[in-house]
């Protein structure tokens, strides 16, 4: 008790204030702290100190005999710092704490972190291994992950981590280290690795390079046995050394041991290094100079306990120089057994002392004077914040490398493929784990996926079963996953899986094979015609992989370790990002007739001015501007850039749109009545009429109505149109109807809670990048915006950037019928995505059978031209004479158009103001066949 208040004593003298996280960046000046504890400890405190225990993060009743064996381990038995096995956030950092408050000295809490924080801890951010990080070669990457995981550690309590991986992967065999290495390159490994301490180290977290002196060049896995590397001393102080060396000239603050044993240093007598003075003293301390921390490896694994006692290992650990020993089976008789040895004179005290000090100046670096406090939003506003998971996504992306594309196909066109065969090769039975992401991912880029999984367990019969699926798909997708493993033992496919593959890697069809995890599985697979390795068999390597396959990243990695027989280091063929837009390529001479159609009506007055835009086969060949936007001198020339009121084109650029992607998501059902979304829209033959009715125009809603004169505001407006009666029984007829589209609004606002305009902008304008194309434009947009008629049904005088249309101006200029804005480059874009099939630029915004669905002629009634929102071509139609079958557009009242041939890959727009200056003109028609029908012509002849 003495004891403890004089401690009390010393850290309040020693620290001031309430410390908010686990660093103090001033050292304590008030009294030596170190040297009055270390006095004040009795040999049984000094060597729970010098060990570390390991535990579940778990909930733990206060009474359990599991909780209070950890609370005696810490305060009977005097441990020093504690690790964890893997948890969530809250179960850690709570368990830490309460671990601490039973503490009378402080626990250094510990923890492996070589990818971040969820080799420990779940729902924290997730790098790739190191092997990546050699892929890219950079050491802002390397210190901005450490960067980063030091953040997240600290704020759940750690002090120090157990990263980086300083082993030089030499070895292709390697079971254990693997892509744990930063490559092969001694200098690169060494130069990467410091970048990844200074990380840890500049934002508050020890770092602890590992496993000295160099695990690379090994084929067993040191927790099942002792590995014996045999290269000459001169090798291994030339690659294996090397970066450890650069490590401890980083100001590394800690280091640990392997247990594995060198051949061509007698003095080690076959021991492994944890347990042999050489390599610590000699080496490490009295060579390299280093000064800060030695922890062993893990001493319950293989590589000690199949030879030695645990009492016996950590006593000799101890005497070869270490200062903390890691997870020693059965802790209670370790400690005793090591104490004994100490009182026995086995262990001088000097050498307890020099580790203890040691272990209490890091205490003091951290503040542990008192017991830190459990800080829960700090927590909460760290882990996987989205800063730090970009980061780790743009890492990802960055180390994608390629290394073998025979036939060119990479990237493949996610546009231009329907079927996709996604094969998940493993080496473990049953992990469909693997293939779930990968079919998931590439199921976000092409329609339809056929996943199979080929595991040990797979049959000769099953792969031929497989093989039958080639010939429907049109690209083919394998990710083999084939990763390191403590108590594998293997590190490679199972010869009967890769004789089942051979005939599957021959099939001549677009193939991209991805290692996922160990690069070195190419040597079982010497066929493959592509081959990228992502380094990691985790999700967030298969969102990178799967990037690279459809070209939405570049790829520019260089493998970092050589395959002998197959790739060197800095191997690696390089792609360009697919920018899988609308390109420009204008071809005016090819579009002069139909431009002479558009002169000429300027010329008779039909309207002041045009704009066009026509896309054929991804490119923007025409885009081209006519006229004046008003009759009026000195009115401003239309020019590309012109805005224009798209009347009843909103019913398919904003409302169909919108809807097909509610659909698509389940949201909105086409078959039931509208009054189950709308329930005063009833009685009578009201209740057998369906949204697909009201899309179809054929629901006997009447077609229009003056509702700035029937209502008082939108409400009354709405209530008018639902006590209106049916023109018609539903089905029998089809008669075009703003009112009908205008409950289509009123029911995608019961389902989403917002209006048509915010959801056109944020589902599409927005992420296509449509920067002119919205409701309600802001007037400082005037100037560019093309007027349209003077005074009008409502006698508004010249109506200039205010919606055209009656109605949805009484809708205060947003309805689901009328009041979009845009331009003709702007709805080129939009017509793109839709000839994609619902994608652009690598995002997809619905499926391609969505889309043939909406754009199909629906037969309601039998004959009708009317697809889902859309409407088709027709003898005589607006849209002239050659559009093809399949083929879907609309237009509008003022004089805007669009129409798209998905056959032909064509879209052409067309936008006028022809109710410029009054509605009452002529000629529009002629026009819009003659316009169409040249465009067409020049590109199909």
């Known amino acids: 008790m003495q004891r403890l208040l004089l401690f009390l ?34 040999v049984e405190e000094k060597i729970g100190q010098m060990m570390l225990m390991v535990f579940r993060p778990d909930f733990y009743n206060s009474e359990s005999y599991g909780f209070k064996r950890l609370v005696r381990l810490v305060k009977d038995y005097h441990v020093g710092g504690v690790m964890f096995y893997r948890g969530m956030p809250y179960e850690v950092a709570r368990a830490v704490d309460r671990l601490q408050s039973h503490a009378d000295l402080p626990l250094l809490v510990m923890a492996d972190m070589e990818w971040g924080m969820p080799m420990r801890v779940d729902q924290t ?39 980086p991986v300083m082993d030089v992967n030499n070895n292709p065999d390697n079971i254990i280290i693997n892509t744990r290495s930063y490559g092969e390159d001694p200098a690169a490994v060494g130069r990467l690795g410091s970048a990844f301490i200074r990380g840890l180290q500049d934002n508050g977290i020890y770092a602890t390079a590992k496993h000295f002196p160099g695990h690379g060049d090994t084929n067993v896995d040191s927790h099942l046995g002792l590995p014996v590397i045999t290269a000459s001393k001169e090798r291994i102080r030339e690659v294996e050394l090397k970066p450890f060396q650069a490590a ?4 590394v603050k800690c280091m640990m041991v392997a247990h594995i044993t060198y051949s061509a240093f007698p003095q080690m007598e076959g021991r492994p290094a944890t347990l042999d003075s050489y390599f610590i003293q000699d080496v490490l301390r009295e060579e390299m100079g280093f000064e800060g921390l030695v922890f062993t490896d893990a001493m319950d694994m293989g590589g000690i306990t199949n030879n030695y006692w645990a009492g016996e290992a950590a006593v000799m650990a101890i005497q070869s120089g270490i200062d903390m020993v890691l997870l020693p089976p059965h802790i209670e008789r370790t400690h005793a ?45 760290t882990l996987a914040a989205g800063k730090h998971l970009a980061a780790a996504e743009g890492i990802a992306n960055k180390a994608i490398t390629l290394l073998r594309d025979d036939k060119n196909v990479i990237p ?10 996604v094969v998940a090769i493993t080496d473990v039975a049953g992990a469909s784990h693997y293939l779930h992401p990968l079919a998931s991912e590439v199921g976000r880029r092409v329609p339809f996926v056929r996943p199979f999984l080929i595991d040990p367990r797979t049959t000769e019969a099953e792969v031929q079963e497989m093989l039958t699926m080639v010939d429907s798909v049109d690209v083919v997708v394998a990710g083999v996953f084939v990763r390191w493993g403590s108590h594998k033992g293997s590190m490679a496919l199972p010869d009967t899986t890769v004789s089942l593959l051979e005939d599957f890697f021959k099939v001549d069809k677009p193939k991209a094979v991805v290692s996922f995890g160990s690069p070195y599985v190419i040597r079982q697979l010497p066929e493959v015609p592509s081959y990228l390795c992502a380094y990691g068999t985790e999700s967030i390597a298969v969102r990178a992989a799967t990037r690279a396959i459809f070209g939405e990243i570049p790829i520019e990695a260089k493998l970092p370790v050589s395959i002998p027989g197959y790739h060197q280091v800095g191997d690696g063929l390089e792609r360009q990002k697919r920018s899988m837009q609308l390109d420009t390529q204008i071809n005016d001479d090819r579009f002069h007739e139909a431009y002479a159609v558009l002169e000429k009506a300027i010329e008779e007055k039909v309207f002041p001015g045009a704009q066009v835009a026509i896309v054929e086969k991804g490119k923007l060949v025409a885009h081209r501007a006519f006229g004046h936007q008003t009759y009026y001198e000195g009115a401003p020339a239309v020019d590309e850039n012109t805005i224009y009121d798209m009347a009843s084109v909103t019913k398919v650029a904003a409302t169909t749109l919108v809807a097909m992607r509610l659909a698509e998501q389940k949201r909105l059902m086409l078959d039931i009545p509208v009054k189950s979304y709308l329930p005063d829209f009833s009685g009578g033959e009201k209740d057998s009429v369906t949204v697909r009715h009201l899309f179809t125009h054929s629901g006997g809603v009447h077609w ?42 009123e029911i995608i606002e019961v389902i989403t809670g917002k209006r048509i305009d915010q959801l056109a902008k944020e589902m599409y304008y927005k992420p296509l990048g449509m920067k002119d194309t919205g409701y309600q434009p802001d007037k400082s947009l005037l100037p560019r915006i093309a007027p349209t008629e003077i005074g009008g049904s409502m006698n508004r005088e010249l109506i200039h950037g205010d919606v055209h249309d009656e109605n949805t101006f009484f809708f205060d200029n947003v309805s689901s019928h009328a009041g979009l804005f845009s331009t003709a480059k702007d709805m080129a874009v939009l017509a793109q995505m839709i000839l ?9 915004y619905f499926k391609p059978e969505t889309l043939q669905e909406w754009t199909s002629r629906q037969n309601m009634p039998e004959g009708s031209i009317r697809a889902l929102g859309w409407t088709t071509p027709y003898k005589r139609s607006l849209a002239g004479s050659f559009f093809s079958p399949g083929s879907f557009g609309h237009t509008g009242y003022t004089g805007t158009s669009l129409w798209i041939d998905p056959n032909r890959d064509i879209a052409i727009v067309l936008l006028t103001n022809r109710v410029h200056p009054t509605r009452e003109r002529g000629g529009m028609s002629p026009v819009r066949r003659a316009f169409h029908d040249a465009a067409m012509k020049a590109m199909t002849e």
């Open 9 to 42: 004593l010393i850290a309040l003298l020693a620290c001031s204030g309430t410390r908010q996280d686990n660093i103090v960046t001033e050292p304590p000046v008030a009294g030596d702290w170190v040297d009055s504890q270390l006095a004040s400890m009795s």
């Open 125 to 163: 951010t997730r790098f790739l291994q190191n092997m990546a990080i050699g892929a890219i070669g950079s050491e802002e990457d390397a210190y901005k992950m450490a960067a980063i995981t030091a953040e997240e550690a600290k704020s759940i309590g750690i002090h120090v981590g157990f990263a």
């Open 248 to 251: 401890v000239d980083a100001g």
């Open 337 to 381: 057994f090591v104490v004994k040895a100490v009182k026995e004179g086995r262990i001088p005290m000097s050498r307890i002392d020099e580790a203890v000090r040691r272990l209490l100046e890091t205490k003091r670096h951290f503040g542990l004077h008192k017991t830190p406090e459990l800080n829960l939003p700090g927590l909460e506003k």
């Open 412 to 421: 493949f066109s996610a546009e231009a493929n329907d079927t996709a065969l």
């Open 704 to 745: 229009w109505a003056d509702l700035w004169n029937k209502a008082e505001n939108k409400q009354g407006a709405l209530e008018y149109i639902y006590d209106l009666p049916l023109d018609y029984t539903p089905g029998d007829s089809m008669i075009y109807s703003d009112l009908g589209l205008i409950m289509i609004g």
């Open 836 to 844: 994609n099939g619902g994608i652009y630029n690598h995002r997809r």
